[in-house]
């Protein structure tokens, strides 16, 4: 697979991102090895994961998935050719949450324990903490790298603004600042004002930014649970409406003339994009995790991607752009 280098960061990861979530809770150990393996037999070295997955699940406490991560590196003696990236920010059980100094040094513990590591590759702010001073956490997460415990650190859940002015205070103290940024984003466009709690979209303000700064975008919740191709997922309803119904029937002409999935259409066209955004791809199932990194192999031409961005906008602005 593909390597690229994330933002400004040194760390080089594969071009597609595996989603770790529901690794060793909703998803069991084995199954979830098979994933873990086929991605990596596939060359995939970037896996996304958090400290607080899977809590909100019965019967599950936090630390599973990372647990499970590190039991499969252990396994298969692999550590040195992954990039983990994990991140903190929600409370869980044992964890008030939040980005304080003290949090973030204990988690941080918490996290290199339960991956049977001594060093996260990434370590992400998984949400805004309005209660803790910016520079409180941007020099805790200096501190952890200048440990030598946390590689790069990353921004996902907050807006562009916060971003900027959290690198800001960073740049002034000569601390590091967030290389990446990790964003809810996929094909469809949420609708106007749609709310998905404390998950933050990829938008115009957050892509110019990170174009500016050398920030890597990587996108989250990219196939919409399945929508894009299941008839048991309804898309959901922050998208639901005319931008979406035109986007799709655009995206289906595409896929179909590239001889591709709709799934896998989504994931090129994220990889395409200008700029690109690195997709985290998910499954439950090997079938699944299959079809997603064969959108490897997808090649959009540079009209297709012109038609895939222009579809649903209203025509002052294809005019504009023409
Ligand atoms: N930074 C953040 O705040 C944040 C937030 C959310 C997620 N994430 C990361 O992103 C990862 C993925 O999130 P997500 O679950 O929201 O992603 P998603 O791409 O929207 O959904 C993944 C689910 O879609 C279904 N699916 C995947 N590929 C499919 C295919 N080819 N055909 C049919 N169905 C398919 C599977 O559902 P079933 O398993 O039910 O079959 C799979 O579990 C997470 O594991 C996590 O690492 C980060």
């Given at each position: ?44 070295t ?27 590196m252990k396994?298969r003696g692999n550590r040195q050719e992954m990039v983990i ?32 590591t001594d060093r996260?590759d ?201």
């Amino acid at each position: 697979m593909q390597k690229v280098r994330l933002g400004s960061s040194n760390l080089e990861v594969s071009a597609l991102c595996f989603g770790t979530d529901l690794i060793g809770s909703k998803i069991d150990r084995q199954t979830s090895f098979r994933l873990l393996d086929l991605f990596r037999e596939a060359g995939g070295t970037f896996i996304d994961t958090g400290n607080f997955y899977a809590s909100w699940l019965p019967g599950c406490k936090g630390g599973e998935s990372e647990t499970t991560i590190g039991l499969w590196m252990k396994e298969r003696g692999n550590r040195q050719e992954m990039v983990i990236s994990t991140k903190l920010g929600f409370d869980y059980p044992g964890c008030p949450g939040g980005l304080s100094a003290a949090e973030i040094e204990r988690e941080c513990e918490k996290s290199l324990r339960r991956l049977g590591t001594d060093r996260l590759d990434l370590y992400q702010a998984h949400r805004d903490d309005p209660e803790t001073p910016l520079d409180e956490t941007m020099e805790a997460f200096d501190r952890l790298i200048r440990a030598g415990k946390v590689r790069a650190i990353g921004a996902s859940n907050l807006r562009a603004w916060h971003i900027a002015e959290a690198n800001t205070v960073a740049n002034a103290n000569g601390w590091a600042r967030y290389s990446v940024v990790e964003q809810r984003h996929t094909y469809l466009r949420p609708r106007h004002g749609a709310d998905f709690g404390p998950q933050i979209c990829i938008n115009d303000d957050v892509r110019s930014y990170c174009r500016s700064r050398n920030i890597a975008l990587i996108g989250y919740s990219t196939l919409l649970q399945g929508a894009y191709t299941r008839p048991d997922r309804a898309v959901p309803l922050q998208y639901a409406g005319p931008d979406s119904d035109a986007r799709l029937a655009v995206l289906k002409g595409v896929a179909e003339e590239a001889g591709a999935t709709l799934n896998q259409a989504v994931i090129a066209w994220m990889l395409q994009s200008d700029p690109p955004v690195l997709p985290i791809i998910a499954g439950s199932q090997p079938a699944q995790v299959s079809e997603n990194l064969a959108a490897l192999n997808v090649r959009l031409s540079g009209e297709q991607m012109r038609r895939l961005d222009t579809a649903g906008d209203p025509e002052i602005k294809q005019a504009w752009l023409r």
